[in-house]
């Protein structure tokens, strides 16, 4: 039995990120960039007022209630009609590119308009609401690195830079298989001793909220014929996901296919609860894990080696759950033989963190998953961790 670490380094080693292809622009949200992107244009592009109001020349005004002649108007899309004159200003909108000599901007709201001129109400200062040729971005810097999720700010980066197509990782197509005589998919009649796969859809959920795309083969019964099959459906696949058919019964065949006929085990067994019966290798040369049946165990094992697995796959850089410490709001009891992951709601009460249990922890128990949002870890070892003691917790529902 290895530890979580030593499992999922091997899983990401033999993993690498998929080939670059060019996507346009209002497709790339959630995608991964390639590679680095350099900017070949200032932004802003020239100096430029922050504020609707008056283009001034500092030295003409020497106290408030000075009086400056308006020059001339400039809108937003123009460009200025030239230098304006000792004791003038110019009109000049949000946006707009500032007038020769201009070295402040004066709000509107700071002067008295009268139908040629204005008067002063508040002294400027030197560069006031000028925004600078290249104070966001300078011709030349590197704006966005490789591995990072596109999101948002960086698709109207991608925007001012005129990127219309952006290069990023290919998404993964992951073939989802659920196994076990017991299991009945929705569309089957759910008679007695059979439950709903349940699984294929949460892992279904898991892959699509990646950016990855799901490949369903269904349920495949105990049998190492019908389990063969399903799996020969999914040759176009990236990764390799199957839950149940790992532990220790007559009937967990998984782990025995993936051993055989050209295939390929690297692990079986990993030192977590719940999520020990966790298998990694290869099926027909295609990466693939094993995930334990428990629906509890499914999504936990997962979170901690299918998500990272698929983000590698993607190109990013950052592959782990967040990590926080948090106050423990309720005293946890564990047995101690293995690091445990609990589910754990967390919370931000003032100026800290807290966190409790969110419910009942039985690897079968989903409605507690459904209502927490971290993991707590408690370690190897630990049988008691008392109330208001800090103890880590890794978030996985990132809207909490």
């Not at 995608?31 to 350099?38: G, Q, V």
């Not at 596109?150 to 998404?171: D, N, T, W, Y």
């Amino acid at each position: 039995m290895i530890t979580v670490k030593q499992a999922r380094d091997i899983i990401l080693g033999s993993i690498a990120a998929l080939p670059q292809e060019l996507v346009c622009l209002e497709d790339a949200i959630g995608r991964y960039l390639s590679t680095d992107i350099i900017s070949n244009i200032d932004i802003p592009p020239w100096d430029n007022s922050a504020m609707d109001g008056y283009a001034v020349h500092c030295a003409d005004i020497d106290d408030t209630g000075k009086q400056l002649k308006i020059a001339y108007e400039l809108p937003a899309g123009t460009t200025p009609k030239g230098p304006f004159g000792k004791d003038q200003a110019v009109r000049i909108m949000t946006g707009a590119p500032v007038p020769p000599g201009t070295d402040a901007v004066i709000m509107r709201e700071h002067t008295s308009e009268q139908d040629t001129y204005i008067i002063i109400d508040k002294l400027p200062k030197p560069h006031q609401h000028i925004r600078l040729k290249g104070e966001d971005i300078k011709n030349g810097d590197l704006v966005l690195r490789k591995g990072i999720r596109i999101g948002p700010a960086q698709i109207g980066i991608l925007a001012s830079l005129r990127r219309i197509l952006v290069p990023c990782h290919q998404r993964p197509a992951v073939a989802i298989l659920a196994t076990g005589d017991e299991i009945a998919d929705l569309d089957e009649e759910l008679s007695q001793g059979k439950i709903s796969s349940s699984n294929s859809y949460t892992l279904i959920s898991l892959v699509k909220e990646l950016g990855g795309i799901p490949i369903y083969l269904g349920v495949a019964r105990d049998n190492r014929e019908d389990l063969v099959e399903k799996l020969s459906q999914a040759k176009k696949a990236d990764l390799i996901l199957t839950s149940g058919g790992v532990s220790m019964g007559d009937y967990d065949i998984v782990k025995e296919v993936m051993s055989q006929g050209g295939n390929a085990m690297d692990f079986w067994k990993v030192e977590m609860k719940p999520g020990k019966p966790l298998a990694f290798g290869k099926i027909s040369d295609i990466p693939a894990i094993g995930l334990p049946g428990n629906p509890v165990s499914t999504m936990t094992s997962f979170y901690q080696f299918a998500r990272p697995a698929i983000l590698k796959l993607m190109g990013a850089n950052n592959l782990l759950l967040p990590a926080v410490s948090a106050k423990l709001v309720s005293e946890i009891k564990s047995t101690g033989d293995r690091p445990e992951y609990l589910r754990g709601l967390i919370e931000k009460n003032g100026p800290e963190l807290t966190v409790t249990p969110a419910g009942p922890q039985g690897s079968g128990i989903l409605s507690s998953l459904s209502r927490a949002n971290c993991f707590i870890l408690v370690s190897k070892g630990t049988t008691i961790v008392h109330k208001g003691k800090l103890i880590d917790c890794e978030i996985f529902e990132g809207t909490w």
